[in-house]
Structure formats: structure tokens, C-alpha cells
């Protein structure tokens, strides 16, 4: 693997988001500290986010950032800009004291690359931000990130974020699954917390989490009572329902409807290492991209997931081996997350008696296959995830083999930035797959690569003409001013093509990203790095092209 900065020493990460973005961070912890075994790690994290940390292993320290208080004292104006102003300051002196020889920025903020721009940590990876208090994205990986989100191209990547992240700190060994500690103390209140519910079936021990952080991702109540049924009457389940004090309003009528004593709220009586402790004594859990989803696997319990609307299991799926996920088939999904949906018909493209199904099938054991039958392919592929040899987590279609409509692209792209950016050797099969015949070669997904491919190659000779330019003083200033209008018309018919034709706008992307990204003054040293961008674009787009013909 094609590493920046491979030692590490003293490290700060900042992951100032969700509770399932930390967890998520844990196997790039966990890699930094087996490939740098006396570093010492510090993790900078929103305050309310905090008690998450001393729970999960391989973090020596933690900084608590109150975001909450900053804002307040932002709004009272006067005393309270001055107060703002302090905390702030002192949050910085004592960073900088830490003297951090690496930091990696797992938050796209602008205010957290303008941290690290005032921290002036030597190694950076993920964003930071240059003398003007822009933003700049380090490496390419994170730039990778940056691409894979950005609208249209999230249904063309199957790179789990965790990997991006873990690559775009240079971490190559990892434990191929997310961590966390199962405190005993919490274990014996969890225990405790079953033997309450005086279930009276004997079969497996089910987890449902029916709340979602947004109302379009949230399966609805009815289904899952409707579930539940199934699982409590045809399967002997007992079922316990988690999620916090707030999703009360949301599992109360489920419990309601189910009129069992096989279904157990567990709803607010949980803290964060409860609640781990409660999914760790459980089969499995069912639920949707949430943060209980990614405290089960980390856990060591299985889950059963949805991904409704915005979420897409490609990027965000549950990170261990032997999971299952349904990706509804709809040409609108994955939606964006920013916008509401008045009609999430993504929803009834799963039956809840498949949901029970799989739920208790995957309380018995391994899943590694589910009839066309049993789920309707042309509505939901439902997944099996799975590690290949380079231990990069994937989803393996169980239902239909060939996948989805996008499939094939995602292939090639995998395979393009592993080799590309990562530099990894791919084994035979991974690098050609079988080969078509010269008649497929010609392939309809291929529209619009040769113009991309032409664009480059335009782009490095105007970079020739333009060097050429720069070294002659004599050069007219006119002459100048042309060629900067066609790289202009050029960068912009880059940009155009990229979403015309939707399939090459990761390609785009990481161009706008690398152009944004250009560093310095001297005009031949730009014009230089300008001239390395356009060639990284034609080299992608061979390569993605070799890589699709031959996937």
C-alpha cells in the first residue's frame, strides 16, 4: 500500500460528528496502533460524544469540545464573543502543548480544517486548511471520501467509508471489524435487564431498533409490528426493543400492537456501554443504518439491516464479516440526505416477512444465499458482507448474482482506486476477471469515457504550451490570457461531462478536488502540478476502462 506517513508517534484524531462516525474511526485506531505499537492516540470529539470514547479501545486520551457552549456565547454577543474567544484559545494552547507529530481530520468542517491549520501539526491527513483559511483536502483518499458522497456518485462506489478513512491515514492492518468494550458492570445490568422481561418462548434473542435518525429512513411501526409477529408466533423469538428515551413515541405503539409478552422495551434504559453490553447477549439485531447497527457489530453480534431512502450500504454498511443488508431497488435511492421525501416508496420494497426471515435465519448461523422467490430482485438485493483479500469490507448480492443496474461500474471502480491510489497488487482474478470477447468490448456503459479521455489529453497539451509560455519572458501577455480561457472552457467541459454521463463523475470529482487542492504561487510549479492532474485523469480513465471491459 502506497503510504504518506507511515510512522506515527504522537496522533490526534478529530472526529467531531456522530456517535456512529466514532465508531466507525475504530479500526483506523485500532490499524495506527498495531503498525505503530508505542504511539500514543488522542481523540478530539464533540462533548456529547465523549463517554462513547472510554469505551472504545486503543484511544490513550480524550479532548471533549463543547460546540454547544461556543455557540451559546457566539449568540450573547459582547461578554459572550469574549468568552467564545477563550475557550477556544485555551482548547488550542492545550493541543499545540501536545506537540502532535500527526493528526488525521475525520471531520469535513471548515472549522475543524481551520483548527488544524492553527494547531500546525507537521503530518495531516483529511482536511486542513491552507494560509487563507481555505479548505484543503491532504490526501487522496480523503479526496476519495469527498468523491464517493458527492450526489450522483455514491450508487457507482463500493468502498466502505471506514476503509477510505483507514487508507487515508495509511493504515493497512486492521481487525476487519469495528471495536468496542463490553464493560462487565454492564453486562450484569444487561443480564439483569432480560431476566426482567420474563420472556416465556426459548428461541432466539432478537434486537429491533425501530428508530432512525431521520423520519424517511425509518421503517414504518406497522412493519415492524407486523414482524415482530412473525418472528414471536412462527419462530419462537423473543424480541427486545432498544433505542433511546426519544424514540419512545415511535416504539410505544409497536409494543402495543404486538400485545406479547415475548416483546421487552428496552427503550431509555440503556447508556452507551448498556446498550453494547445488551446487543453483545443478543442473536442479532434488526435495524437500519443506525448507530445501535454499528455498537452490534462492534459488539459482536450480527445484524440485519435496512437501507432506506439516503442510506446506502455500500458506503456506511455494517462493518464485519457475515452481516445482511437490503439495498431497495429505486431509481431515486439512495436519495439525498439533505432533502425530504414526501413518498419514500423505497419502504414497500421490503416484505416484513423477509425481514423475519432473515432476522431468524441469521440468529441460527451464516447466510449465504436467499431465493429470487423469497426476495424479489427487481425490488431489493438483499447482501451478505464479506472481506476480500486485501481486507477491504464488501457486499456479496445473495438474491441475484450479477447485482444491481450499477454493479459492474462498482467493480471497476474498486478495482481503479485500489490499484490507483492505494497501489496494491490485485490477484489475477481481481485485476482481469474473465475476459470478454472482442465483440463485448465495445460496452453501452462506456459513453462518454473517450471525450473525458480526450479532455486530458487537450488539458497536458495546453499545460505543454502554457510551460512553454511561462519560461519565455518574452512571451506576450495576450497570448497568456487565450490559453488561460480554453483551460478555463476546458476544466469546465470536464466538469459537464461528468454529469452528462453520470458514471464518470467520481473521475470528475477527484480532478475538481485535485485542482482545488493545488498548492503554491510560482506559476511553472502550478502549471506543473496542473499538467500531473490532467495526466491522472487520462491514467484513470485507461485504467477504468480496461478494469469495466474486462469485470
Known amino acids: 500500500m502506497k503510504k504518506r506517513y507511515p510512522t506515527k508517534k504522537k496522533v490526534l484524531l478529530v472526529n467531531i460528528t456522530r456517535l456512529g462516525d466514532m465508531l466507525q474511526a475504530t479500526p483506523t485506531i485500532a490499524g495506527i496502533k498495531q503498525e505503530n505499537p508505542d504511539c500514543h492516540i488522542t481523540v478530539l470529539v464533540e462533548k456529547q460524544f465523549e463517554?462513547?470514547?472510554?469505551?472504545?479501545?486503543?484511544?490513550?486520551a480524550?479532548?471533549?469540545?463543547?460546540?454547544?457552549y461556543t455557540c451559546r456565547s457566539l449568540a450573547e454577543e459582547q461578554s459572550g464573543i469574549v468568552d467564545?474567544?477563550?475557550?477556544?484559545?485555551?482548547?488550542?494552547?492545550?493541543?499545540?502543548?501536545?506537540?502532535?507529530?500527526y493528526c488525521l481530520n475525520m471531520s469535513s468542517s471548515a472549522y475543524t480544517a481551520i483548527l488544524l491549520k492553527m494547531l500546525g501539526v507537521p503530518q495531516t491527513g483529511g482536511w486542513t486548511a491552507d494560509e487563507e483559511g481555505y479548505r484543503v483536502i491532504e490526501s487522496e483518499w480523503a479526496r476519495l471520501f469527498a468523491t464517493s458522497v458527492h450526489h450522483q456518485n455514491r450508487q457507482y462506489n463500493s468502498l466502505n467509508l471506514v476503509d477510505v478513512f483507514r487508507c487515508s491515514a495509511d493504515v493497512e492492518q486492521h481487525p476487519q471489524k469495528l471495536l468496542v468494550s463490553v464493560l462487565p458492570e454492564?453486562?450484569?445490568?444487561?443480564?439483569?435487564?432480560?431476566a426482567e422481561a420474563a420472556f416465556t418462548n426459548t428461541g432466539p434473542l432478537i434486537a429491533v431498533q425501530a428508530g432512525a435518525s431521520q423520519g424517511k429512513r425509518q421503517w414504518a411501526p406497522a412493519r415492524f409490528a407486523e414482524m415482530i409477529k412473525i418472528l414471536v408466533g412462527e419462530y419462537n423469538a423473543r424480541i427486545v426493543m432498544t433505542g433511546s428515551s426519544k424514540e419512545q413515541s415511535i416504539v410505544g405503539p409497536i409494543v402495543e400492537a404486538c400485545a406479547s409478552p415475548n416483546v421487552f422495551s428496552a427503550v431509555g434504559k440503556t447508556s452507551i456501554p448498556q446498550i453494547a453490553a445488551l446487543l453483545n447477549l443478543c442473536d442479532v439485531l434488526v435495524t437500519g443504518d443506525t448507530g445501535p447497527m454499528h455498537i452490534s457489530v462492534a459488539a459482536g453480534t450480527p445484524v440485519v439491516s435496512m437501507f432506506l431512502a439516503s442510506a446506502y450500504g455500500f458506503e456506511t454498511g455494517p462493518y464485519s464479516a457475515g452481516n445482511i443488508v437490503l439495498q431497495p431497488v429505486i431509481g431515486c435511492g439512495p436519495c439525498n440526505p439533505?432533502?425530504?421525501?414526501?413518498?419514500?416508496?423505497?419502504?414497500?420494497?421490503?416484505?416484513?416477512?423477509?425481514?423475519?426471515?432473515?432476522?431468524?435465519?441469521?440468529?441460527?448461523?451464516?447466510?449465504?444465499?436467499?431465493?429470487?422467490?423469497?426476495?424479489?430482485?427487481?425490488?431489493?438485493?438483499?447482501?451478505?458482507?464479506?472481506?476480500?483479500?486485501?481486507?477491504?469490507?464488501?457486499?456479496?448480492?445473495?438474491?441475484?448474482p450479477d447485482g444491481d443496474l450499477y454493479s459492474r461500474h462498482r467493480r471497476a471502480y474498486r478495482k481503479l482506486?485500489?490499484?490507483?491510489?492505494?497501489?496494491?497488487?490485485?490477484?489475477e482474478s481481481e485485476s482481469s476477471g474473465a475476459r470478454r470477447s472482442a465483440l463485448q468490448v465495445v460496452d453501452a456503459g462506456l459513453e462518454g469515457l473517450s471525450e473525458l479521455s480526450d479532455c486530458a489529453t487537450r488539458g497536458r497539451g495546453l499545460m505543454r504550451d502554457l510551460q512553454g509560455l511561462i519560461s519565455d519572458s518574452r512571451s506576450p501577455a495576450s497570448k497568456l490570457t487565450s490559453i488561460n480561457t480554453e483551460i478555463v472552457e476546458l476544466d469546465r467541459e470536464i466538469e459537464e461531462l461528468g454529469y452528462h454521463y453520470s458514471p464518470f463523475g467520481s473521475l470528475t470529482r477527484m480532478f475538481i478536488f485535485a485542482k482545488e487542492n493545488l498548492k503554491g504561487s510560482d506559476a511553472a510549479a502550478l502549471a506543473s502540478q496542473m499538467d500531473g492532474i490532467y495526466r491522472?485523469?487520462?491514467?484513470?480513465?485507461?485504467?477504468?476502462?480496461?478494469?469495466?471491459q474486462r469485470s
Do not use: T
Open 62 to 68: 480524550v479532548i471533549g469540545i463543547d460546540l454547544a
Open 186 to 194: 454492564a453486562r450484569q445490568y444487561a443480564e439483569n435487564l432480560i
Open 51 to 60: 463517554a462513547i470514547c472510554h469505551v472504545l479501545p486503543n484511544i490513550d
Open 417 to 427: 482506486w485500489l490499484d490507483d491510489l492505494g497501489g496494491f497488487q490485485l490477484s
Open 84 to 101: 467564545a474567544y477563550e475557550y477556544v484559545s485555551e482548547l488550542v494552547n492545550r493541543l499545540k502543548a501536545e506537540q502532535f507529530d
Open 338 to 400: 439533505n432533502k425530504a421525501c414526501s413518498r419514500p416508496d423505497c419502504h414497500d420494497m421490503i416484505p416484513p416477512r423477509l425481514m423475519a426471515y432473515l432476522a431468524a435465519e441469521r440468529a441460527k448461523g451464516d447466510i449465504s444465499e436467499v431465493s429470487a422467490e423469497l426476495a424479489d430482485p427487481s425490488k431489493v438485493i438483499v447482501y451478505r458482507s464479506s472481506f476480500d483479500d486485501l481486507g477491504f469490507c464488501d457486499l456479496v448480492p445473495l438474491n441475484k
Open 536 to 548: 491522472d485523469l487520462g491514467r484513470r480513465c485507461e485504467k477504468f476502462r480496461e478494469f469495466y
